[in-house]
């Protein structure tokens, strides 16, 4: 199994502008990055911010949602799962997917960092600034974690770049979830 | 004139832990490429933390220090100026140099970006993720700014990557001053 943490930021390393920021500011080249990186995956795992913000094209694909509104585990369909990680059991959600893809927001990627639970990181760096917003992570402590650079792509002529990492650290905590 | 805002961030847009964290993380390629940049520029502009983390490096150099200590200006040496940045006129503090390298941290970003008087941004993006920190800029209200990917460099084999960006609104702002 590997989990795969899929991000777009400003230049100034933000997620959004706010918690109702919707993904409207990434490039069309991005956007078909991510549809065929979420094609080859097996399962979505969002935030219910995250979820709500991009219901419709999610609604198609198998979803995992974290959220505090439910104790543990809550099916509401064979393609949707609300669950609550602080409670359950996440490797026995996830374990028979091979590939996972980790969609954010802040909360859930500080999760799967928190846990060293990513294995690789895409990261879509749009040609803007905005100035305030939301970070990727909202880590308590501080760890740095080292990551490895797998490759660096101009997806256009605008200047969108997609990085991809690799946990030096690799899927080494799975086993302890 | 150029104002040439140089930045060094973790893979989540960190620029610094905290305040007090020094810029030994960063790798020694970049440092390379500062020294030389800074070599090249007429003066630096810093903030009164980011000096005090870099003073010895900073005192050979020509530095206007951002702080809120003095009310105006306080000229300290033929190579060092205190300024207030809200009681000034900076344009005449910086006017006659051809090159200004703007080292940070947060505050002052966060000024020259409100002011649109970015007009070059070098970003270093080391290999780690911090998780927590201090962001590139903290303004009160968004606004988008979109700037144009003008090169990237791998600058090791360890992932260091150097981002050359130019603002679309060039120098439109500095009249205003």
Redesign the interface.
């Given at each position: 199994m590997k989990i795969i943490a899929i991000v777009a930021?400003?230049?100034?390393?933000?997620i959004a502008?706010n918690s109702h920021h919707s993904s409207d500011?990434t490039s069309p080249e991005d956007k078909i990055f991510l549809h065929n990186l979420l094609d080859n995956s097996n399962v979505v795992i969002v935030g219910n911010n995250t979820y709500k913000n991009a219901i419709k094209p999610l609604s198609k694909r198998k979803c995992i949602v974290f959220t505090n509104s439910v104790d543990t585990i809550l099916k509401k369909s064979d393609n949707l799962v609300y669950c609550n990680p602080q409670n359950i059991k996440l490797s026995d959600l996830i374990r028979d997917y091979e590939i996972v893809a980790l969609l954010g927001g802040t909360q859930t990627y500080?999760y799967f960092?928190?846990n060293n639970l990513i294995d690789e990181?895409f990261?879509t760096?749009e040609?803007?600034?905005?100035?305030?917003?939301l970070?990727?992570?909202?880590?308590?402590?501080?760890?740095?974690?080292?990551?490895?650079?797998l490759s660096?792509k101009?997806l256009n002529n605008?200047?969108s770049?997609l990085?991809h990492?690799k946990n030096e650290n690799h899927s080494a905590n799975f086993k302890k979830l």
């Open positions: 930021i400003s230049i100034d390393g933000k502008i500011w500080t960092l928190k990181l990261i760096i040609p803007l600034i905005f100035g305030k917003g970070s990727i992570f909202d880590c308590a402590d501080e760890k740095p974690n080292r990551f490895q650079l660096v101009k605008s200047g770049l990085l990492y």
